[in-house]
């Protein structure tokens, strides 16, 4: 996610630990956040794999959020208007249909996320002539793979 962000033109900041307190360590954690100057979005992302409860989840989620709003603009981007609005995801395994919103941020299934950014990185190309960069491994990796595991491409007599 955080490759997709960058590669799409973001400043990406990972795992930043905000809100230092006064005996030690920090109020918690922002897992991707990431600002496009071109399109002035600001955005936080926030995955998880977990399997607790909706409950236990609108918990964790609204802790990280509510950090994301209090800290992402004086502490990670301080550049901006302090009342600057921004996207919040929780991007989870699962379906979006009986909860589109956990903890104040939107719901964004993974598969949902992957169409997305497969869909970009189809329309990039071929690996052959529009390569993504090697600083973007993950991203490079699933261009080679869209390209050619593509059914067509996928017969016995090379293997």
């Known amino acids: 996610m955080a490759e997709w962000l960058e590669y799409k033109g973001y400043f990406v900041r990972r795992n930043v630990k905000v809100g230092k307190l006064p005996h030690g360590g920090f109020q918690g954690e922002l897992d991707i956040v990431g600002y496009h100057p071109l ?22 989620f609204r802790k990280k959020f509510e950090a994301g709003r209090k800290y992402i603009i004086p502490e990670i981007f301080p550049w901006l208007p302090h009342n600057k609005t921004f996207e919040q995801w929780a991007v989870l395994w699962g379906s979006d249909k009986n909860h589109s919103v956990v903890g104040s941020g939107k719901v964004v299934p993974i598969w949902k996320l992957y169409k997305l950014i497969a869909k970009d990185i189809i329309a990039i190309g071929s690996p052959v002539g529009s390569a993504i960069p090697e600083q973007f491994p993950l991203l490079r990796t699933m261009q080679y793979t869209l390209y050619w595991a593509a059914p067509e491409k996928l017969e016995d007599e090379d293997a």
């Open 39 to 60: 399109n002035n979005h600001l955005i936080q992302i926030e995955p998880s794999i977990d399997a607790h409860t909706w409950e236990k989840r609108e918990q964790r």
